[in-house]
């Protein structure tokens, strides 16, 4: 290797260590905020904030099944005690009567504060009696132990009244004991990890600790046969992560042999099937780290689509080594290198317009496209010409080049055909355009069959229906906000009345603002003036007043209590209500209130503008959940395809300036139209509804292609004359169409979009391009 040679390869390698350590230590995500905006609406933000550190987020359902009913309540219970110890939990339920003791403790010793029954009218003389007489009628339900044994203390019933409000037909069936599924054939669970939910390495490792003390507790409890089931947000989350790293790796790997293979019969060299591959790996790198860099954090969609780079990236390496003869690097800079360039540059107006997107996994796509085609376009120009060994050459492709040649000038006869075929295919397309795009986020969901069945059966287990209309409420600081959830609360409990809606959560139930605690507590009378009106509230009763001693006790340190603050919650898992609908903001604080469907409706049954109507003006945001993310996804693909529209007429624009003729253009620009009509209507016939990733690999095409267009513009007539030329495009396309083509296998929606549209796009792009040869002037 000569002394320039070697300096350059030192150099080459130095920048690849530092780019490969800024990697090292980068981050990298398959969260959903690769589809989340920048800078998010009222609406977009509850939602980013959800899936961003909502902590539903955080919940874990858990199903055991296998033993009997009473070996899986045991088990559950081995299970609760050990999660509770462990670091990465904050909260385990399973409907233990003991596990419940500290909640019914906390509701007991705060009942005057939080019930909202209790008014200055609740104590009055015909207060009294009307409350103690409807405590005394319960001895007879159900509930008659329970307020036999606390009528002493709570003869006005608060605490009942408060175990009410709990809405307990939502609770969980119960068995031996334990929460348990409808039909009593497995135990469940919940649990809240303390990690946020966008942390999916947190979340992996509580999954990791989950499983271990499973495997635990199942030893301990004797029940070998028993198997665990878990469902949540951050199981999708560690799944998608785990399935994309396992895909990428899978895709790269196939696409590297493959391509190795292609180049090593082509080049019949390993020092230049190694060299070929330089631009690619540098290219792959640099884009990481541009990202890296920019964003703080590489989405796993964007190391999937740098996988696919593999192919395109390789191309120019393949221009240089077939295109050079006898080592001329000087010629082919002055003969070839202009029309690579005015293809990369094509690329880059194409990739550069995303941006300007508001959502940043879009524009890390398009950062990654810029950095790693700029890279591999580089490395070939500047670092390939100095490591190219001299007398080095592949073998000689002429013949291929001859062939295809021949098929090429054959070519431009369908150049009509193709054409009346394409406005076909286009009028097809927009008199069916409304179905042809699929405007709903789940179509890129990686989230198995399996997992969403357990996910389902698990939340109708635990009477967890899916919160899609929420009710925001947001104020400056925790008070106004609890104070303005209690304004909402009023109207929907009239809702509720009405049978509008069946029922909502909300976290003052628990924590009321300090200003309702306050008026409470002024509402309670002193001893003194409890002593005289029970007598009077008790004339026609068989309760006598001597009785009621622990009564006025209780009321009386209850008018001299601190008011409930969140502190007051630790240790009960009413904890785990607040946390999840009383959310700290950046700006401030805001309410959820989760409304639920009357009795035996579906959610949709819910008449969201009735609603809004009956919100209006009062401050109170209603959010349909799934609304605002089909609609944040559809604006997410409104965008996409407007830049691209930008995207194709800065690369017109960059043609014309630079090929200073329309007809030229012309020739240029429309078998890559056509290519990408004719791709479309493949995918429409074959029932696929457009999403994203395809759109992106119709600009792929786009950048592609215009390779292969500019190719044929240069040599017109004259491809009998430049074998090698011709075959380099030839085998160019193959790594492509190897590259893009493998993805098409992806189990990941967006990576099989991305191989579907770009594997076939390719090829025919190139045999398009053809279609359109300049014809040799006649002699």
């Given at each position: 290797?000569?002394?320039?040679?070697?300096?350059?390869?030192v150099?080459?390698?130095?920048?690849m260590?530092?780019?490969?350590?800024?990697?090292?230590?980068?981050?990298?995500?398959?969260?959903?905020?690769?589809?989340?905006?920048?800078?998010?609406?009222a609406?977009?933000?509850?939602?980013?904030?959800?899936?961003r550190e909502?902590a539903?987020?955080?919940l874990l359902?858990?199903?055991?099944?296998?033993?009997?009913?009473?070996?899986?309540?045991?088990?559950?219970?081995?299970?609760?005690?050990?999660?509770?110890?462990?670091?990465?939990?904050?909260?385990?339920r399973?409907?233990?009567?003991?596990?419940?003791d500290?909640?019914r403790e906390?509701?007991?010793?705060?009942?005057?504060?939080?019930?909202?029954?209790?008014?200055?009218?609740r104590?009055s003389v015909?207060?009294?009696?009307?409350?103690i007489?409807?405590?005394?009628?319960?001895?007879?339900?159900?509930?008659?132990?329970?307020?036999?044994?606390?009528?002493?203390?709570?003869?006005?019933?608060?605490?009942?009244?408060?175990l009410?409000?709990l809405?307990?037909?939502a609770?969980?069936a119960?068995?031996?004991?334990?929460?348990?599924?409808?039909?009593?054939?497995r135990a469940?669970?919940?649990?809240q990890?303390?990690?946020?939910g966008?942390?999916?390495?947190?979340?992996a490792?509580?999954l990791?600790?989950?499983?271990v003390?499973?495997?635990?507790?199942r030893?301990?409890?004797?029940?070998p046969?028993?198997?665990?089931?878990?469902?949540?947000?951050?199981?999708?989350?560690?799944h998608?992560?785990?399935?994309?790293?396992?895909e990428?790796?899978?895709?790269?790997?196939?696409s590297?042999?493959?391509?190795?293979?292609?180049?090593?019969?082509?080049?019949r060299?390993f020092?230049?099937?190694?060299?070929?591959?330089?631009?690619?790996?540098?290219?792959?790198?640099?884009?990481?780290?541009?990202?890296?860099?920019?964003?703080?954090?590489?989405?796993g969609?964007?190391?999937?689509f740098?996988?696919?780079?593999?192919g395109?990236?390789?191309?120019?390496s393949?221009?240089?080594?077939?295109?050079?003869?006898?080592?001329?690097?000087?010629?082919?800079?002055?003969?070839?290198?202009?029309?690579i360039?005015l293809?990369?540059?094509?690329?880059?107006c194409?990739?550069?317009?995303?941006?300007?997107?508001g959502?940043?996994g879009?524009?890390?796509?398009?950062?990654?496209?810029l950095?790693?085609?700029?890279?591999?376009?580089?490395?070939?120009?500047?670092?390939?010409?100095?490591?190219?060994?001299?007398?080095?050459?592949?073998?000689d492709?002429?013949?291929?080049?001859?062939?295809?040649?021949?098929?090429?000038?054959?070519?431009?006869?369908?150049?009509?055909?193709?054409?009346?075929?394409?406005?076909?295919?286009?009028?097809?397309?927009?008199?069916?355009?409304?179905p042809?795009?699929?405007?709903?986020?789940?179509?890129l969901?990686?989230a198995?069959?399996?997992?969403?069945?357990?996910?389902?059966?698990?939340?109708?287990?635990?009477?967890?229906?899916?919160?899609?209309?929420?009710?925001?409420?947001?104020?400056a600081?925790?008070?106004?906000?609890?104070?303005a959830?209690?304004?909402?609360?009023?109207?929907?409990?009239?809702?509720?009345?009405?049978?509008?809606?069946g029922g909502?959560?909300?976290?003052?139930?628990?924590l009321?603002?300090a200003?309702?605690?306050?008026?409470?507590?002024?509402?309670?009378?002193?001893?003194?003036?409890?002593r005289?009106?029970?007598?009077?509230?008790?004339?026609?009763?068989?309760?006598?007043a001597?009785?009621?001693?622990?009564?006025?006790?209780?009321?009386?340190?209850?008018r001299?209590?601190?008011?409930?603050?969140?502190?007051?919650?630790?240790?009960?898992?009413?904890?785990?209500?607040?946390?999840?609908?009383?959310?700290?903001?950046?700006?401030?604080w805001?309410?959820?209130?989760?409304?639920?469907?009357?009795?035996?409706?579906?959610?949709?049954?819910l008449?969201?503008e009735?609603l809004r109507?009956?919100?209006?003006?009062?401050?109170?945001?209603?959010?349909?959940m799934?609304?605002?993310?089909?609609?944040?996804?559809?604006?997410?693909?409104?965008?996409?395809?407007?830049?691209?529209?930008?995207?194709?007429?800065?690369?017109?624009?960059?043609?014309?300036?630079?090929?200073?003729?329309?007809?030229?253009?012309?020739?240029?620009?429309?078998?890559?139209?056509?290519?990408?009509?004719l791709?479309?209507?493949?995918?429409?016939?074959?029932?696929?509804?457009?999403?994203?990733?395809?759109?992106?690999?119709?600009?792929?095409?786009?950048?592609?292609?215009?390779?292969?267009?500019?190719?044929?513009?240069?040599?017109?007539?004259?491809?009998?004359?430049?074998?090698?030329?011709?075959?380099?495009?030839?085998?160019?396309?193959l790594?492509?169409?190897?590259?893009?083509?493998?993805?098409?296998?992806?189990?990941?929606?967006?990576l099989?979009?991305?191989?579907?549209?770009v594997?076939?796009?390719?090829?025919?792009?190139?045999?398009?391009s053809?279609?359109?040869?300049?014809?040799?002037?006649?002699?």
């Open positions: 290797m000569t002394i320039p040679a070697l300096r350059t390869f150099l080459w390698s130095m920048a260590l530092a780019g490969a350590a800024i990697v090292w230590h980068g981050r990298f995500s398959a969260d959903m905020s690769f589809f989340l905006p920048a800078h998010p609406s609406s977009q933000q509850v939602l980013v904030d959800q899936l909502g539903v987020t955080r359902m858990l199903g055991i099944s296998g033993g009997d009913a009473g070996q899986r309540a045991t088990l559950s219970r081995e299970l609760r005690a050990r999660l509770a110890s462990q670091p990465e939990f904050i909260a385990v399973n409907g233990e009567a003991h596990s419940l500290a909640d906390f509701l007991f010793r705060h009942r005057y504060l939080l019930s909202p029954a209790v008014t200055p009218e104590f015909a207060g009294l009696r009307a409350a007489a409807e405590s005394i009628d319960l001895l007879s339900s159900p509930a008659g132990l329970l307020v036999k044994r606390l009528l002493p203390q709570d003869p006005t019933g608060e605490l009942i009244g408060l009410l409000g809405d307990a037909g609770q969980p119960s068995r031996a004991g334990v929460w348990s599924s409808r039909d009593g054939e469940v669970l919940l649990a990890t303390a990690a946020l966008s942390d999916t390495d947190a979340q490792r509580a990791d600790v989950l499983r003390q499973f495997a635990a507790a030893a301990a409890a004797g029940v046969a028993a198997s665990l089931q878990i469902a949540g947000p951050a199981v999708f989350a560690v998608a992560r785990a399935t994309i790293q396992a990428v790796a899978r895709l790269s790997l196939i590297t042999l493959a391509i190795a293979g292609l180049l090593y019969f082509v080049y060299s020092r230049l099937m190694s060299l070929g591959l330089l631009p690619v790996v540098s290219g792959a790198l640099a884009g990481m780290v541009a990202v890296s860099l920019a964003f703080g954090t590489v989405f969609i964007t190391v999937g740098g996988s696919a780079l593999i395109e990236a390789v191309d120019y393949i221009y240089y080594f077939v295109q050079t003869k006898g080592g001329d690097t000087t010629t082919w800079r002055a003969r070839f290198w202009p029309t360039r293809g990369v540059l094509t690329s880059v194409g990739f550069a317009v995303l941006l300007l997107s959502f940043p879009l524009a890390q796509l398009g950062l990654y496209s950095s790693g085609l700029l890279t591999a376009a580089a490395v070939t120009r500047f670092v390939l010409p100095q490591l190219l060994p001299i007398g080095v050459e592949p073998r492709l002429s013949a291929l080049g001859q062939a295809f040649a021949r098929l090429a000038a054959w070519l431009p006869r369908l150049r009509w055909p193709l054409i009346v075929l394409a406005t076909l295919a286009a009028a097809s397309l927009i008199a069916n355009r409304d042809l795009w699929n405007q709903e986020l789940a179509a969901s990686t198995s069959t399996e997992d969403l069945a357990i996910d389902h059966a698990l939340r109708a287990d635990l009477g967890a229906p899916d919160a899609r209309l929420l009710v925001v409420v947001s104020a600081d925790r008070e106004q906000a609890l104070q959830a209690e304004r909402t609360g009023a109207q929907l409990d009239r809702l509720l009345a009405a049978g509008v809606i909502y959560d909300s976290p003052v139930r628990f009321p603002s200003a309702t605690q306050l008026a409470r507590r002024a509402s309670l009378p002193s001893a003194a003036q409890l005289e009106r029970l007598p009077l509230a008790l004339a026609d009763s068989p309760l006598a001597s009785k009621l001693e622990p009564f006025l006790r209780d009321i009386d340190a209850a001299v209590a601190p008011i409930i603050g969140p502190e007051a919650l630790h240790g009960t898992s009413l904890a785990l209500a607040v946390d999840a609908l009383l959310l700290p903001r950046r700006n401030g805001s309410v959820l209130l989760p409304l639920r469907p009357p009795s035996g409706d579906h959610l949709r049954a008449d969201a009735a109507a009956t919100l209006a003006g009062s401050g109170a945001l209603l959010i349909d799934k609304t605002e993310v089909d609609k944040l996804y559809a604006h997410y693909l409104d965008e996409a395809r407007l830049l691209s529209l930008g995207g194709f007429v800065a690369i017109v624009g960059l043609l014309g300036a630079t090929l200073r003729s329309p007809r030229r253009v012309l020739r240029v620009i429309m078998p890559l139209l056509l290519t990408v009509l791709v479309t209507a493949a995918l429409k016939l074959a029932g696929v509804r457009l999403q994203l990733l395809h759109l992106v690999g119709m600009l792929l095409i786009v950048a592609i292609g215009s390779n292969y267009a500019l190719f044929f513009d240069r040599l017109g007539g004259r491809l009998a004359g430049e074998p090698r030329t011709v075959a380099s495009m030839l085998i160019a396309c790594t492509t169409a190897i590259g893009f083509g493998t993805l098409a296998t992806s189990q990941v929606p967006v099989q979009a991305l191989g579907i549209t594997g076939p796009g390719a090829v025919l792009a190139l045999l398009l053809a279609c359109f040869i300049q014809p040799a002037p006649q002699a």
